[in-house]
Every structure is written in structure tokens, then in C-alpha cells.
């Protein structure tokens, strides 16, 4: 064999492909907490759209209010890949608890985690690392969803002040948040170019409303609404980054969050799996277990397939983040195939759970139902086949 293959061979053997052991006791950890404590109050959550301050409470002590915020401001301090081993198992346990921790720790904290100065860090983080201010990102418009660039909310600076008119809607966390990052325009005329992130205090500036809480299909407890700004005065000082850079690192923010989408979802195929499986070996028709039958059994390898990819997937990427690679692509296939999954995994469930499976009282019902917002927040599926395309071809 030649050196070269013989190096690449001993490498290759090498190789692990596990997650490191601290991350996997964090795993457990999690996964014990939603399908104990949060699965216990899923009912409570899903009646009332609420989750119980206990369990964000319990929460915040755990640490997940702070999984991407550095240690010095109070945070766990985590990679990419060690956020996302965490996310999958939040995706085991209620999807709309899932949702509005992720909101959070992921595009609500990331922009200020990278792009703030010392002075806004000090104010804001250790706050949102304790789950006292929780963080959202305000970028959707009633123009402007798939299309981030059609935004029209304006922020034009008058002395040491921003005044921002306009309206964000379907902004995840914003009843309940503290601080928003908003996306505004700050130069018309340098299109895309001329867009700027800041930090906004929702519940204490005055001209920023928050509309009524949305209905959604599913997600509950996952709070989202309207924000709109009427003249609605924001400091200079709460300006994130340059000016005029929004746009870029907003992208950014959400290309970064994808691949945590990939991991619930991953998360949450694992569940749908794991109860399928349970079922299959316990429901019986025509005098035998259900799992006997090879149309059960071709729907749970099926089930299996698709969670094994995606988690390769979603672990490739995060490395791939944490290496500084650029993954504007792989975010998006990462983001795609998981999601896409999902969407199959959970009808295979239903399928496999027969009529249990569309009652109310089933888990299997409810994932079926929250599973779905995940093909269309943070880039829909369509946009997520663009970006690939557009990738391929540039």
C-alpha cells in the first residue's frame, strides 16, 4: 500500500463516532427531564398554551436558557454540535416546550453572542443565561417571509436614537420575551445592503406593541404574535454590529439554526420510533402481535432509516459549523431531510398506531400535528432546495 493510503487507513481506523461522554450524559439528562417532567405536564400545556413556570424554572436550572451564551455571562458555553446533541433530546419531549427554548438559546441568543460589544453583553446575557429575559428574532413581515429581503420596517437614526415604524408578525417568544433582535432598514438604497440588527426591550420601550397571541395548529406553549413599532425609539447603543450588516448576519443566524432544527427533528423521529416500536410488539390482531406483520415491520425500518440519516446529518453539519467551515448548503440539506422525515416518520406512527393514533390522548397525535411547523419556520422547505441549488450553481 502506498504512505498515502496507508496514513489515510490508520486515520479512517481511528475515527469515532460517537458523541463525547460529557455530551451524552447531557443527552440523557435531557431526554430524562422531557419525558418525565415535561411529558407529565404536556396535557396541562396543551389546554392551557402554557407552559408552567416550574418547568422553565427547572429548565433554567439545567442550564438550557444558556446552552449557547458563554460561561463568563453566566452560560453553559456550548459548540454547535453540543447544542444540537441537546436538541435532539429536547425533540423527544413536548414539541412546543421544544420550540420555545430553541427560540431562545438558538436565533434569539446567537446574533448578540457573536455580534454584541462587552457593554451589551454584560446587560443582556446573564439575564437571558438564567431564563429571567427570554430572547427572540424578529425578522417575518406580512410582506416578507420566505423573501427576508422584502422588509419594510424602517429605523432612521435621529441623534443618539433609532425611531422604528413597521410590523413583524409570527415572531416566536415575543408575549413573553424580553429582548427581540429586529431586523430593520436602515439605507433604502442600498437594497439588502442596507439593512441593521438591534436589540429591542418589548415589554419597556414605548411605541413597541405586542399583538395578540397566534393560534397555531399545533406548538402549543410556543408562544407567537405581531410586534409592531410606532415611532418606537430605540438607542443607538442597542445597535448589533455595524450598520448596515443585518441582513448578512441574519442569514447567518438562521443558517446556524437550521442544523438545531435538523437535531428536534432527529430528536423527535427517535420518539416516534421508540412508541411505534412499543406498540407494534403489544397490539395484537388476528391472534398475533401487530409487529409480526411485514407492512408493520417495512413502516418501522423505514422509521429507523430516516432517523439514522438525519442524524448523521444534523452531527456532519454542527462539526462543520464548530470547524468553521462555511455550511450555508449543508445547513440547508441538513435542514431539509430532517424535517422532510419528520413529516413521514410521524404519518408512519399514526398509521402504525391505527386509530389510537388520532385521539387526542395519544403523543403520537400531537407530534403529528407540531411536527408540521417544521417544514416552514426559519426557511421553508422550498427556500431550503433554492439555497442548495443556488449553492450548486454558483
Not at 398554551?49 to 436558557?65: D, R, V
Not at 436565533?107 to 455580534?115: N, R
Not at 411547523?373 to 450548486?392: H, M, P
Request: proline letters at 4%.
Amino acid at each position: 500500500m502506498c504512505p498515502a493510503l496507508s496514513k489515510l487507513s490508520a486515520s479512517i481506523g481511528q475515527m469515532d463516532f460517537q458523541l463525547p461522554e460529557d455530551l451524552r450524559d447531557m443527552q440523557a439528562t435531557i431526554r430524562d427531564f422531557m419525558l418525565t417532567r415535561v411529558e407529565s405536564r404536556a396535557h396541562d400545556i396543551e389546554e392551557s398554551n402554557q407552559i408552567p413556570p416550574e418547568l422553565l424554572k427547572e429548565a433554567a436550572n439545567l442550564g438550557l436558557f444558556g446552552l449557547s451564551i458563554p460561561e463568563e455571562y453566566g452560560g453553559v458555553g456550548l459548540g454547535t454540535l453540543g447544542r444540537c446533541a441537546v436538541y435532539e433530546a429536547m425533540g423527544m419531549g413536548h414539541m412546543g416546550f421544544g420550540g420555545m427554548i430553541s427560540a431562545h438559546a438558538s436565533i434569539g441568543t446567537s446574533g448578540l453572542v457573536k455580534l454584541g460589544n462587552e457593554e451589551q453583553k454584560q446587560r443582556f446575557l446573564p439575564r437571558m443565561a438564567s431564563g429571567e429575559c427570554v430572547a427572540g428574532f424578529a425578522i417575518t413581515e406580512p410582506s416578507s417571509g420566505s423573501d427576508a429581503a422584502n422588509i419594510r420596517t424602517r429605523a432612521v437614526k435621529k441623534g443618539d436614537v433609532y425611531v422604528l415604524n413597521g410590523t413583524k408578525h409570527y415572531i416566536s417568544n415575543a408575549p413573553v420575551a424580553g429582548l427581540l433582535t429586529v431586523i430593520a432598514i436602515t439605507d433604502p438604497s442600498k437594497g439588502t445592503r442596507g439593512m441593521s440588527a438591534f436589540l429591542v426591550e418589548p415589554q419597556t420601550t414605548a411605541g413597541v406593541s405586542i399583538g395578540k397571541i397566534d393560534e397555531k395548529m399545533g406548538q402549543k406553549g410556543s408562544l407567537s404574535s405581531e410586534v409592531i413599532f410606532e415611532d418606537a425609539e430605540i438607542p443607538a447603543a442597542n445597535l448589533l454590529g455595524p450598520e448596515n450588516l443585518g441582513y448578512r448576519e441574519a442569514l447567518g443566524i438562521l443558517t446556524n439554526g437550521r442544523v438545531g432544527i435538523a437535531a428536534r427533528s432527529t430528536g423527535a423521529m427517535q420518539r416516534l420510533l421508540e412508541l411505534s416500536v412499543q406498540h407494534a410488539k403489544t397490539r395484537e390482531q388476528f391472534g398475533q402481535p401487530i409487529a409480526e406483520f411485514q407492512a408493520v415491520q417495512f413502516m418501522l425500518a423505514e422509521m429507523e432509516i430516516a432517523v439514522q440519516t438525519s442524524r448523521v446529518l444534523w452531527q456532519k453539519v454542527a462539526w462543520m459549523v464548530d470547524s468553521g467551515q462555511d455550511v450555508r448548503r449543508m445547513a440547508s440539506v441538513a435542514k431539509y431531510h430532517a424535517t422532510e422525515m419528520l413529516s413521514q416518520v410521524a404519518d408512519k406512527a399514526v398509521q402504525v398506531a391505527g386509530g389510537m393514533g388520532y385521539m387526542k390522548d395519544s403523543p403520537v397525535e400531537r407530534y403529528y400535528r407540531d411536527q408540521r411547523l417544521l417544514r416552514i419556520y426559519e426557511g421553508t422547505s422550498e427556500i431550503q432546495k433554492v439555497i442548495i441549488a443556488a449553492d450548486l450553481l454558483r
